[in-house]
C-alpha cells in the first residue's frame, strides 16, 4: 500500500511513528498520523487545517492530563521518562489502520493517482469522537466544515 504513496505521505507517517515513540506509546494512532502531517507546516494540506505541531502537541498532553484526573491521576510535575527505543514494528491502532483505506477512498474520488498529505487529512477529518484525532482536532477548536471548505478549493 506504501507504494501508493507520495514522498509528503510517506514523510507524515514516518512522523507519527516518531510522534507515538516520543509519546511512549507501543501504537501508532490517528493522533499520531495527525501530529505526523503537522510536521510540514508548509504543505496545503497543514494550511488548510490552520493549527501548528508545537499547540497539537500541548492540546494531546492536555486532553491526556484530562483523562487521567478523570479517574483520579493528578500528573502535574510529573514528567515522563525517557522512552527506550525499540527496534519492534510499531503497530497502528484499529483507527489508524481504517484512515490507510479511507485515504485511498480520497485519492479516488479526487481523481488522483497517488495519496498525498491532503487525502491523509481528509481522512483524518473523517474520524468521528470518541476517535483520538477527532478529539484533539475538537481540543483545537479546527472547524471541519472550514478545512473541508479550503480543501476543496486548494484541490479544485
Known sequence: MFEKFTAGARAAVTC???EARLR????????HLLLGLLHEPGSPAVRCLGV???????ALEGLDRSALAAIGID????????V?????????????????PRALVEVKRTGGRRLGPEHLLLALLACERPDPAAELMRQLGVDRG??????????G
Open 84 to 100: 527506550p527505543v525499540s527496534r519492534k514494528r510499531t503497530p497502528f491502532t484499529s483507527g489508524a489502520r481504517s484512515v490507510l
Open 16 to 18: 507519527a511513528l516518531e
Open 146 to 155: 472550514a478545512v473541508l471548505e479550503r480543501l476543496g478549493q486548494g484541490t
Open 52 to 58: 501548528g505541531l508545537d499547540d497539537a502537541r500541548a
Open 75 to 82: 500528573v502535574r510535575g510529573v514528567e515522563r521518562p525517557p
Open 24 to 31: 511512549g506509546d507501543r501504537r501508532i494512532g490517528t493522533e
